[in-house]
Structures are given as structure tokens and as C-alpha cells.
Nanobody, 123 residues
Framework: VQLQASGGGLVQAEGSLRLSCAAT????????VGWFRQAPGREREFVGV????????VYSDCVRGRFTLTRDDAKNTVYLQMNSLKPGDTATYFC?????????????????WGQGTLVTVSS
């Protein structure tokens, strides 16, 4: 399976964007899906992770309450709804999947990665 992240763009502070992580060549059903982001000059950091059944989501402290993860297995897609965006959210966002039933916050916890989509938040 390959992952394709999309939906990034330029948005003003306090605006919203919805990112999508679509699977091709296979299914996301039965996989845990995580999102990470990487700003220029910084390490890739954990944003959130959604369980296989879509019931449990874990978020980083800096996005909790503003970002929401959902999944539509019929469309092989996981969504990251981002509200109340801040300039500090500017980064390239990556989705990743793992066959493990675990809410890993580490990049090493995922086997498959998408190519990333750029989110720029202006002040």
C-alpha cells in the first residue's frame, strides 16, 4: 500500500484546513494511522494518531483541542481536520501507517509513509 497526503496550502491564522491521507494499492482498514509534521530546520514531530477502528485518537499537546482525526475506511482515507491554525503550525505534514495496534508517537513506529503536504499559516 502507498499513502498520499494532500490538502495542504496557505491559510491565515485562525483559519482551517483538512488534510487527507489516501491509500492506494491496498487498504487502510486494519492499520493505525499517524500524522507527523516537519518544519524547516527541525526534526519531524508527532501530531496525532488514530486507532484501527477510528475510536481512539491521541494528539500532541500543541494541537490537542484544535486538530481532529477521523477515518473513512470505505474511501481508504484518514482525515486531519485542523482548526484555529497558528503560524507555528507551518510545516510539511506527513501521514504514516503501521500494522501495529499501538498509538506510537515515534517515527520508528510506522512502516509506510506518504510524501507530505505543505501547510503554511500566515499571521
Amino acid at each position: 500500500v502507498q499513502l498520499q497526503a494532500s490538502g495542504g496550502g496557505l491559510v491565515q491564522a485562525e483559519g482551517s484546513l483538512r488534510l487527507s491521507c489516501a491509500a492506494t494499492g491496498g487498504t487502510l482498514s486494519g492499520y493505525t494511522v499517524g500524522w507527523f509534521r516537519q518544519a524547516p530546520g527541525r526534526e519531524r514531530e508527532f501530531v496525532g494518531v488514530l486507532s484501527m477502528n477510528g475510536v481512539t485518537a491521541v494528539y500532541s499537546d500543541c494541537v490537542r483541542g484544535r486538530f481532529t482525526l477521523t477515518r473513512d475506511d470505505a474511501k481508504n482515507t484518514v482525515y486531519l481536520q485542523m482548526n484555529s491554525l497558528k503560524p507555528g503550525d507551518t510545516a510539511t505534514y506527513f501521514c504514516a501507517s503501521t500494522y501495529r495496534n499501538s498509538a506510537s508517537r515515534s517515527t520508528s513506529g510506522y512502516e509506510t509513509w506518504g510524501q507530505g503536504t505543505l501547510v503554511t499559516v500566515s499571521s
